[in-house]
């Protein structure tokens, strides 16, 4: 196995990963894992600790699957896995930067498998709630203090990613009972979509 190291967050450093995914043509699988957290309200947070969390778990996934998806499409094949959370979905007072994030993830990978339809390269956004790792410290957030049924292993999430893109999921969220609440969500989007760009305000904007 051939291990390159990189702080992703470093311009020169993350060139050298970039160059790797764009010239390697046996790379089959990206894996957009690399991510940290931030649980404070916003108006007692450091902006360059906002900065480098953005830079992390966004600028850092787009341009890596920006660099792997061109050798990926040409060959016909592949697979991205990119990471969200729970929080892009559950919305809270202290995670403004970090569902915000992840909340980018979501709808780039949702975007991005819009753009990949008729191609065999396959992308998947994975949801896991709290998961029992290191993510937690000094996150701002305790770890310790949720309850133990909602907190999963970080092997049983993969597990769980894995049998989510084995199925064929765009959208893997590991501890969701029914899938088909996801999709109801999913639904409900969708039946925005014709409103939401129309000539004339709604009714209840005009006097
Ligand atoms: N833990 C949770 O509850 C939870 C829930 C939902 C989603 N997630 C997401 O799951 C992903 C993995 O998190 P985790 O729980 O496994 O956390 P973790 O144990 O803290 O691992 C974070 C990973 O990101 C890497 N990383 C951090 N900063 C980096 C940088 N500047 N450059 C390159 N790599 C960097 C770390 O590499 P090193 O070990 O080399 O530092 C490590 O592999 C993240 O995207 C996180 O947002 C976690």
């Known amino acids: 196995m051939d ?27 990206l894996i957009n894992n690399a991510g940290g957290g931030l649980f404070t309200p916003l108006a007692t947070s450091d902006a ?21 998806l061109p050798g990926l499409t040409a060959r016909g094949r592949g697979t991205v896995v990119n990471i969200s959370s ?20 979501l709808t780039f990978t949702q975007a991005l498998q819009q753009e990949l339809a008729e191609s065999p390269v396959v992308v998947q956004a994975v949801l896991p709630g709290a998961v029992r790792t290191e993510f ?11 309850p133990d049924e909602w907190i ?6 993969v597990d769980a990613a894995l049998a989510g893109l084995d199925a064929g999921e765009p959208v893997t969220i590991p501890s969701l009972p029914q ?26 904007y005009r006097g």
């Open 3 to 29: 291990v390159v190291s990189a702080d992703l967050t470093d311009a020169a450093q993350i060139s050298v990963v970039e160059e790797r995914l764009r010239t390697d043509e046996s790379i089959e699988v």
């Open 48 to 68: 360059a600790a906002s900065e480098a969390l953005i830079n992390l778990n966004v600028t850092s996934l787009t341009r890596l699957t920006t660099a792997v």
């Open 86 to 105: 729970a929080l892009a979905l559950n919305i809270l007072p202290v995670s403004a930067v970090y569902s915000g994030t992840k909340s980018y993830v």
């Open 136 to 146: 937690w410290d000094g996150s701002g957030a305790d770890l310790g203090a949720f």
């Open 152 to 157: 999963m292993s970080a092997d049983e999430v």
């Open 179 to 204: 899938i088909s609440d996801w999709e109801s969500f999913e639904k409900a989007r969708q039946t925005l979509v014709p409103n939401l760009s129309l000539r004339v305000p709604a009714d209840r």
